[in-house]
């Protein structure tokens, strides 16, 4: 459990999908600067959480505090006006835009015209390949390039809490080491971040600690050392 004065706790928390019980009664807490990682197997429960968290899906029981109250109930795009943003599975970048267009997007909510040019150089140097096709339509990136695009614009919101959900999923093992590398860096930066993950390795050596999710529960916590040589039935994270 986090000794930092949490930005985020999940208490209780019960989600059904399609008549299913997908998550069963979690437990979480993020505390502010961390890097904490929900790990599991495919089909755990873990997008469904971060789906409640965000206010993409109600939720049955329980509660979700932010920043010491509770959000439960608050769409999408108010907890986006508060500081919440996600980087969904699937990444959900806007195809027939520009990779600069998009990045603005995230931007929507600000009008310091200076700090966003700013932020935009600043994710094109986290992100050269994104420099080079500036001004091509972000549909016709690579997986890659889009999850690269996808991250570049949730942070440019400048997020107090940002949720990743899956980020390596289907990407070649160069570009998961680079997505990887800017989480490390927002994270040193001091962003509070929870990291959603079925490689539990590489998810293990950039949080301060982890859980674990098995069929809806939080089955383990603890730190990297803790939770070490973990695996999961379907063989997807080592």
Known sequence: MSTTQAMLKIKGLQVNYGGIQAVKGVDLEVGQGELVTLIGANGAGKTTTMKAITGLKAYAAGDIEYMGQSIKGLPAHELLKRGLAMVPEGRGIFARMSIVENMQ??????????????????????????????????????????????????????????????????????????????????????????????????ALQAANRGYVMD??????????????????RTGVAR
């Open 105 to 202: 997007m995230g931007a929507y909510l600000r009008n310091d015209v200076d700090g966003i040019k700013s932020d935009v150089e600043r994710m094109f140097g986290f992100f050269p390949r994104l420099k080079e096709r500036a001004s091509q339509y972000a549909g016709t990136l690579s997986g890659g390039e889009q999850q690269m695009l996808a991250m570049a614009r949730a942070i440019i919101s400048r997020p107090k809490l940002l949720l990743l959900d899956e980020p390596s999923m289907g990407l070649s093992p160069i570009m998961v080491e680079k997505i990887f590398e800017v989480v490390r860096s927002i994270s040193a930066e001091g962003m509070t971040v929870l990291l959603v993950e079925q490689n539990a390795r590489l």
């Open 215 to 232: 069929s809806g529960l939080i089955t383990m916590s603890g730190g990297r050392q803790c939770l070490s040589g973990i695996t999961f």
